[in-house]
C-alpha cells in the first residue's frame, strides 16, 4: 500500500517508524506546512509542501492525517478526504459526531473511504468498550488515562497566545481506580477519575495569569477536570519532560447468573513507552483496513467499529487461523 504522511510532528515520525516495520507499506511522501526544503524526513522519503498534495492525488493509496485535533483535523480531513482516502486520530470525544458527518460528506462526494478517530483512545479503547460491554450487558465501563502526556491536550495549550512549549499529563485518581479494580461500581464524576498536570512555557512578559486562565477554561479540555499549571523554562520542559510515555486501561465490570450472583472483571491495559510511536502503528494498521475496504468499494467515512479484525493483519486468513485462532 503507497502511504502519504500529511504534517510532520511527532504523530507523523511515529508513523515513519511504523512503516520500517511493514513489509506490505511503502511510504511516497510527506506532506509540510513548512519550508519542505528546512525538512528532513528521518526515513529518507520525499518531503512535500502541503501546497502540491493534489499533484499526488491517484499515487497513494492512503494518507494518513497527522494533525492536531484542536484545530487542524476538522478542516484537514474532510478536506483531504475529497481526494484521498484517509486516516485520522481526531480525539475530541465531544465532537466526534460532527466530524463523522463532516468527513462523510466530503469523502462519498470524492468517491473515497474516510476512517477517523483511531488510535488507542478512541480506537483501542473504544474496541475495548465494545467487546466488554457486549459480553457483560449487566454492569459499566470505566476508562482510566495516565499517567502520561497527552499529545492532544499539549497542541491545544500550545495553541494559546503566547504559550512557547507545554506538556499535558492526564493522571488518575488512585482512589478511583483502586476500587474499580476491586469489583465496585462507584458512580465518578469526570473530575473525580483524572486530574490534568500542565507544565507550560510562556513567552517572556507574557500574562501568566491570563495563560492560566485560558487552561483551566478550556472546554473539553480541562474545565471538568481538577487541573494544576506550572509554569517553567524551555531548559526545564526538555530535562523533565522531553519523552512521551502514556497508558492507561478500559475496565468493565459486570455480573451474569439469573440473581447476578457472579461478578466479573474485564480489563484492557496499556504501557506506552512511547505514546506517538504506539499511536502511529495503530495508525498504519487501520490505513492497511482502509487499503483494503477502499478496494472493495466502501466509501464514506467509518470508524474502528466497522472494521473487521482481520484487515488490520498483513496475514492472510489461513495464517491467522493457523496462528492465532
Known amino acids: 500500500m503507497r502511504i502519504g504522511i500529511f504534517g510532520y510532528g511527532n504523530l507523523a515520525r511515529g508513523v515513519e517508524a511504523a512503516i520500517s516495520h511493514a513489509p506490505d507499506a511503502e511510504l511516497v511522501a510527506i506532506f509540510t506546512r513548512r519550508d519542505p526544503e528546512g525538512v528532513k524526513s528521518i526515513s529518507g522519503a520525499p518531503v512535500v509542501s502541503a501546497k502540491d498534495v493534489l499533484d499526488y492525488k491517484g499515487r497513494i493509496d492512503v494518507m494518513i492525517i497527522c494533525g492536531g485535533s484542536a484545530t487542524d483535523l476538522p478542516v484537514m ?11 485520522d486520530s481526531f480525539d475530541t470525544h465531544a465532537k466526534v459526531d460532527e466530524h463523522f458527518k463532516n468527513t462523510d460528506q466530503k469523502a462519498s462526494t470524492g468517491g473515497n473511504l474516510a476512517l477517523i478517530s483511531t488510535g488507542w483512545d478512541p480506537g483501542l479503547f ?52 483502586d476500587a474499580v479494580r476491586a469489583g465496585e461500581t462507584p458512580t465518578l464524576t469526570t473530575r473525580e ?20 486562565r485560558e487552561i483551566k477554561e478550556m472546554p473539553n479540555y480541562f474545565a471538568d477536570y481538577d487541573t494544576t499549571v506550572t509554569f517553567i523554562s524551555m531548559e526545564e520542559l526538555k530535562r523533565d519532560h522531553g519523552g512521551i ?4 486501561s478500559v475496565i468493565r465490570n459486570g455480573t451474569t447468573g439469573v ?28 490505513a492497511r483496513a482502509v487499503d483494503r ?33
Open 77 to 87: 480531513t474532510p478536506t483531504l478526504a475529497e481526494s484521498f482516502s484517509v486516516v
Open 126 to 177: 473504544s474496541i475495548a468498550r465494545l467487546y466488554a460491554s457486549s459480553v457483560l450487558p449487566s454492569g459499566e465501563d470505566y476508562t482510566f488515562w495516565g499517567r502520561g502526556v497527552s499529545q492532544g491536550h499539549s497542541d491545544a495549550i500550545r495553541r494559546i497566545e503566547g504559550v512557547l512549549d507545554a506538556r499535558q499529563y492526564t493522571v488518575p485518581v488512585p482512589e478511583a481506580i
Open 193 to 212: 477519575k483524572h486530574r490534568r498536570e500542565c507544565y507550560v512555557v510562556a513567552k517572556e512578559g507574557e500574562d501568566l495569569a491570563r495563560i492560566e
Open 245 to 248: 510515555p502514556h497508558g492507561g
Open 259 to 286: 440473581k447476578n450472583e457472579h461478578s466479573h472483571t474485564v480489563e484492557f491495559r496499556l504501557r506506552l513507552d512511547s505514546n506517538p510511536e504506539f499511536t502511529g502503528s495503530v495508525l498504519l494498521a487501520y
Open 293 to 325: 475496504m477502499a478496494k472493495r468499494g466502501r466509501v464514506g467515512a467509518i470508524t474502528v467499529f466497522d472494521v473487521a479484525p482481520a484487515d488490520l493483519s498483513p496475514l492472510s486468513l489461513e495464517e491467522l487461523r493457523h496462528r492465532m485462532l
